[in-house]
C-alpha cells in the first residue's frame, strides 16, 4: 500500500506569517526538523503533531491527512 | 530575524553545536585513518602507541556523543530539546543502522579473510570497529547535510 503523510504546514505558517525558525523555535525542535515535515520527507510524531497544530490554531487533522 | 538572550559567552548554543555536527563530521574518518597509522606503525615507540590509541579512544568517544547526542550539560534546557529533536533522533537512528549493518559485514569479511591470512587482533579490532564508525558517521554527515532554505 502505497501511503504517505501529506500536510498544509507551510501554508497555513505562511498565512501566520511565521518562518520556520519562528515555528520551530515555538515548538522546540530544529528548523530542519520543520523543514523535512513541510516536504514530506520526515513523518513527526503524535506529540510533535499536536505542539505544531497547537502553535499554528489548527487541529492536526486540519494539518495532516494521509494520502493514497 | 529573531536575536535570544546568550549570557554565557564561552559555551556554544545548540546552534552552533548544530553547525559543528555538520562540518566535524566530514574529517573525523581522516582523522581515524590518521591515527591507525600512529597505531600501527611498525618498530614505534610503546609511548608512542599509547598515545595513538589514547587519541583513538577520544575521536571515537567524541563521534558517538556528536551522532548519538548524550546529554550536554551546559545547555538550556530548549537547546537540549532542539539538539535532540524527532529529526535527529531519526537520523541517528538510521546511521546506527548503517553501523551496525557496517559492522557485520565487516566482521564476516575478516572471519574469511583469517582463513587464507593470519589476523593481528589489534588490527581487526581496528578495521571492525572504525570501519562501523565511518560508515555510520559519513551517513549521519550526509543525512544532516546542509540547512535548507526557507522554500527548500
Known sequence: MNERLGNRLKERRTELGLTQGELAEMCLVSRKTINTVENGVFIPSTLLSLKLAEALGVSVEQLFWIER | ?152
Not at chain 2, 559567552?9 to 548544530?18: G, K, L, M
Request: proline share 3%; net charge negative.
Open chain 2, 1 to 152: 530575524m529573531s536575536y535570544r538572550d546568550r549570557p554565557e559567552f564561552d559555551q556554544p548554543t545548540a546552534e552552533s553545536v548544530q553547525r559543528s555536527r555538520r562540518t566535524v563530521a566530514w574529517m573525523i574518518a581522516l582523522l581515524i585513518v590518521q591515527q591507525g597509522t600512529a597505531i600501527f606503525r611498525h618498530g614505534a615507540d610503546i609511548s608512542v602507541q599509547v598515545m595513538g590509541i589514547l587519541a583513538w579512544a577520544a575521536v571515537t568517544l567524541t563521534l558517538l556523543w556528536m551522532v548519538f547526542g548524550l546529554p550536554v550539560r551546559w545547555l538550556s534546557e530548549r537547546d537540549q530539546a532542539i539538539l535532540n529533536d524527532e529529526w535527529n533522533c531519526a537520523i541517528s537512528g538510521d546511521a546506527a543502522r548503517w553501523g551496525i549493518s557496517a559492522l557485520a559485514i565487516i566482521g564476516c569479511g575478516l572471519m574469511l579473510a583469517r582463513i587464507w591470512e593470519p589476523l593481528d587482533a589489534g588490527l581487526a579490532i581496528y578495521g571492525l570497529v572504525n570501519g562501523a564508525l565511518i560508515v555510520t558517521v559519513l551517513r549521519y554527515a550526509w543525512l544532516n547535510r546542509a540547512e535548507p532554505g526557507e522554500d527548500e
